[in-house]
């Protein structure tokens, strides 16, 4: 497994909130998918509150 930089935003109270997060999956499309699980139990967040920029292996 490869690990990929997520960087992006989440709506919060005080508007967004930017967020860069590191974790290892097997490709892209998988990195996105853990962002938007880790990000939206951390914060309960739903998937429409979550924007992923950019997605970069590291």
């Known amino acids: 497994m490869s690990t990929y930089t997520v960087s992006g ?5 005080d508007g967004f909130q930017p967020f ?5 999956a097997e490709n892209e499309n998988v990195a996105r998918e853990r962002i938007y699980t880790t990000v ?3 914060h ?14 590291a």
């Open 20 to 24: 860069t997060k590191d974790v290892e």
């Open 40 to 42: 939206g139990s951390q």
């Open 44 to 57: 309960n967040r739903k998937r429409t509150q979550i924007e992923i920029e950019g997605v970069s292996a």
């Open 9 to 13: 935003r989440f709506q919060s109270r």
